[in-house]
C-alpha cells in the first residue's frame, strides 16, 4: 500500500471523526511530513533577507528628507518584525536542530528589539499549550468583567484604552515591560536562562543607546531606533490580537475548552499586503504554526493548503487586514462573559447602571 494511499484512508477517518473527537494528533498526522523538515539554506535565506531589508531600511532612513521619514520608518520597523520572527522559530526550536543555534540566532535578533529571549521563550509556550483557554492563555486574553471591577481606575483606564480601544497597537509594550523582565515571575529552573536572556538585552541597550545618542543626538535615537521599536510593536500587537480575536472566536473554561477546536477556529488567517508577509516571514500564516510549532514559518503556507483541504470547515473565516477590522475587533471585543462571549464597554456600563437604579 503507497503512503498517498495510507494518507488518504487517514484523512477519510479523520473526517468521519466527531467535532469532540478530534485531537490535535489526528491533524499533525495528516499534514505532509515535508511540512516539518527544516532546510537550512531556507531558514538562513531568512536571515539574510531580514539582515538585508533591516539595513536597506536603516539606509533609507539615513539618506531621507523629513517627509519621507514616515514611509522609511514604516519599512524599517516592519522588517524588525521580521527579525522577530526568526527570533521566534527559534524559540520553538524550528529554525535549527542545534538547540545552541537556535539560542545565539535567538538572542541575536531579539536583542535589537530589547525583548528577552529565553523569558519570551517560555511565556510564549504557555500560549500555545492554552490557547483560548479562558484565565490561562497569556497572548491577549479577555478579561471578564468580574474581573474589570475589581480593577482601580487607572489599570480600567489603561485596559480601556490601550488594550482594547484604538491604541491597541501599543497593547505589546506594556506586555513586554511587565512579563518578561522580572526573573522572580517565571519557575526557578528556568529563571537562570532568563537572566541571561535580560542580561544580553541590557548590555545590548547599554552599549548601543548611548553611543547612538553620542553620535547622532537625541533625535538620532529617536529616528534610528525608537520609532522603528514602535512600528515593531505596532505589528507585534496587531498580529497578536487578529490571530485569536473576533466575536465569534470563544474563550473557553478549561472543563469545557477542546484543544483540536482553540487551535483550528480559534487561530485566524488574516491576509496582509504582500510586502508585510515577506517581511515577516509569512507569520500571518498561523493556523498551522498552532497545529504544531515545529512547522517552519518557509512551510507554514504548505501546511495551511493540507489543513484547508482535510479540515477547511472547521476553520474559522479568513479575513484581510484593513483599519475597518480592526475598529470591528476593538469595537466589539472588550470584555468577556463567560459561556455567552464578548461585549463592548457600553454595553457594560448600561448594564452597570442599570443594576443600581
Known amino acids: 500500500m503507497t503512503t498517498s494511499l495510507i494518507k488518504d484512508q487517514e484523512t477519510f477517518v479523520y473526517a468521519n471523526l466527531g467535532k469532540d473527537e478530534i485531537k490535535l494528533k489526528h491533524i499533525i498526522k495528516s499534514l505532509p511530513k515535508e511540512c516539518f523538515q527544516k532546510n537550512s539554506r531556507k531558514a538562513w535565506t531568512t536571515v539574510i533577507i531580514s539582515l538585508s531589508m533591516a539595513a536597506l531600511g536603516y539606509y533609507f532612513l539615513a539618506i531621507s528628507p523629513w517627509f519621507l521619514l514616515p514611509i522609511a520608518w514604516i519599512f524599517t520597523g516592519t522588517a524588525l518584525t521580521g527579525f522577530f520572527v526568526i527570533g521566534h522559530d527559534c524559540a520553538h526550536r524550528s529554525f535549527s536542530n542545534s538547540r545552541r543555534v537556535n539560542d545565539v540566532v535567538g538572542h541575536f535578533f531579539m536583542m535589537f528589539l530589547i525583548y528577552p529571549f529565553h523569558s519570551w521563550r517560555i511565556k510564549h509556550n ?101 520609532i522603528p521599536w514602535m512600528v515593531y510593536h505596532f505589528w507585534m500587537s496587531t498580529f497578536t490580537i487578529v490571530h485569536h480575536t473576533t466575536a465569534d472566536v470563544p474563550f473557553k473554561t478549561a472543563d469545557k475548552w477542546n484543544e483540536a477546536m482553540a487551535q483550528l477556529f480559534g487561530t485566524i488567517h488574516c491576509d496582509y499586503p504582500r510586502w508585510v508577509e515577506i517581511l515577516c516571514h509569512d507569520i500571518n500564516v498561523h493556523v498551522p504554526h498552532h497545529i504544531s510549532t515545529a512547522i517552519p514559518s518557509y512551510n507554514l503556507r504548505m501546511a495551511y493548503d493540507s489543513i484547508k483541504k482535510n479540515w477547511g470547515e472547521y476553520l474559522h473565516d479568513e479575513c484581510k487586514f484593513s483599519w475597518d477590522l480592526m475598529k470591528k475587533i476593538t469595537n466589539e471585543c472588550q470584555l468577556y462573559k463567560t459561556d455567552i462571549g464578548y461585549t463592548n464597554f457600553d454595553e457594560y456600563y448600561a448594564e452597570k447602571a442599570k443594576s443600581l437604579a
Open 126 to 226: 504557555h500560549h500555545h499549550k492554552h490557547t483560548n483557554k479562558l484565565d490561562e492563555d497569556n497572548a491577549w486574553h479577555p478579561i471578564r468583567p468580574e474581573v474589570f471591577e475589581g480593577w482601580d481606575k487607572n489599570r480600567q483606564s489603561a485596559y480601556e484604552l490601550f488594550i482594547r480601544k484604538r491604541f491597541w497597537w501599543v497593547g505589546s509594550i506594556g506586555h513586554w515591560a511587565v512579563v518578561h523582565f522580572d526573573a522572580r515571575k517565571f519557575q526557578p529552573k528556568d529563571r537562570a536562562n532568563v537572566k541571561l536572556s535580560v542580561a544580553v538585552v541590557v548590555a545590548f541597550a547599554a552599549i548601543v543607546f548611548p553611543t547612538l545618542i553620542i553620535t547622532t543626538g537625541v533625535w538620532g535615537f529617536i529616528k534610528f531606533w525608537f
